[in-house]
């Protein structure tokens, strides 16, 4: 799955109405990625992974600790690819994430339950990024 079919996924999944914590948008990736070739599921994994590594940044998780700063960069990603694209060009527009703590926890595993229903075996993820926090050791450098 490439950048673009991984932002195009996201924004067919996303529901018209309010999602608190992405809990609707995270059972229809999960959804989706069931009827898919586990290639994708894979894939997803991959650009989940990447886009959150991206935002592992100590301009935008210096004040949030480790769970929180992982689900609100989720909560950034969920938003979509045009909310993640001006968080990256602006630091400032993750602070309504952070400061309001905004979550989308439930994404992080949509891949992993697709994985699970289409195999029936756990899947032990290893993506060429890791999404936890502080991993983007060039973006916690001084």
Request: hydrophobic share 40%; with cysteine; net charge negative.
């Amino acid at each position: 799955m490439n950048e673009d079919a991984f932002w195009q996924l996201i924004e067919e999944c996303r529901p018209p109405a309010p999602d608190p914590d992405a809990e609707l948008l995270a059972a229809a990736v999960t959804e989706r990625l069931v009827q898919s070739p586990l290639s994708l599921v894979i894939g997803f994994a991959e650009q989940l992974s990447w886009a959150l590594y991206r935002l592992d940044r100590k301009e935008y998780g210096h004040n949030l600790s480790d769970d929180p700063f992982l689900y609100t960069r989720a909560a950034v990603v969920a938003a979509g690819r045009t909310v993640f694209d001006s968080v990256l060009r602006d630091p400032a527009a993750f602070a309504p994430y952070a400061n309001d703590l905004i979550w989308a926890e439930s994404l992080l595993y949509a891949p992993d339950q697709a994985y699970v229903r289409i195999t029936r075996e756990e899947w032990d993820r290893d993506t060429g990024y890791s999404y936890e926090s502080h991993s983007n050791t060039e973006g916690w450098a001084d």
